[in-house]
Nanobody
C-alpha cells in the first residue's frame, strides 16, 4: 500500500500561483510514474500532468506553459507548480502514482485531493 498526502491548495486570484505537493509513504519502492489530476464540479477527472521515474513529463494542453511538474525521488514527493492561474483551473487536484504503465489507464494509488479555487 502507498499513502499519498497532498498539500498546497487554496484560494488564489486570477494570474496568481500555487505549488502543490504530494508526499508518498508506505510501499514506495515500486513507484514509477506520478501524476496530477483534477476534477471540477460536474466534470470528469482529467490528467493535468505526469512525470516518469526518469523525469519525462507530459502536460494537458490546457496547462502547457503555465504548469511544471517535478519530483524529488529522495523525498518521494511530486510537485505541481501552477502559474498564471485562471478561474477554469478551479478544481480538486488529486495525486496518483503507479508502479508501471500509463498513469491514466493503470490502476494505482490516489491521494484524497486538495482544493484549488481561482477567484477574485
Amino acid at each position: 500500500q502507498v499513502q499519498l498526502v497532498e498539500s498546497g491548495g487554496g484560494l488564489v486570484q486570477p494570474g496568481g500561483s500555487l505549488r502543490l505537493s504530494c508526499a508518498a509513504s508506505g510501499s514506495i519502492i515500486n513507484i514509477m510514474n506520478m501524476g496530477w489530476f483534477r476534477q471540477a464540479p460536474g466534470k470528469q477527472r482529467e490528467l493535468v500532468a505526469s512525470i516518469t521515474a526518469v523525469g519525462s513529463t507530459n502536460y494537458a494542453d490546457s496547462v502547457k506553459g503555465r504548469c511544471t511538474i517535478s519530483r524529488d525521488n529522495a523525498k518521494n514527493t511530486v510537485y505541481l507548480q501552477m502559474n498564471s492561474l485562471k478561474p477554469e483551473d478551479t478544481a480538486v487536484y488529486y495525486c496518483k502514482v503507479v508502479s508501471y504503465g500509463s498513469i491514466v489507464t493503470t490502476s494505482g494509488f490516489w491521494g484524497r485531493g486538495t482544493q484549488v479555487t481561482v477567484s477574485s
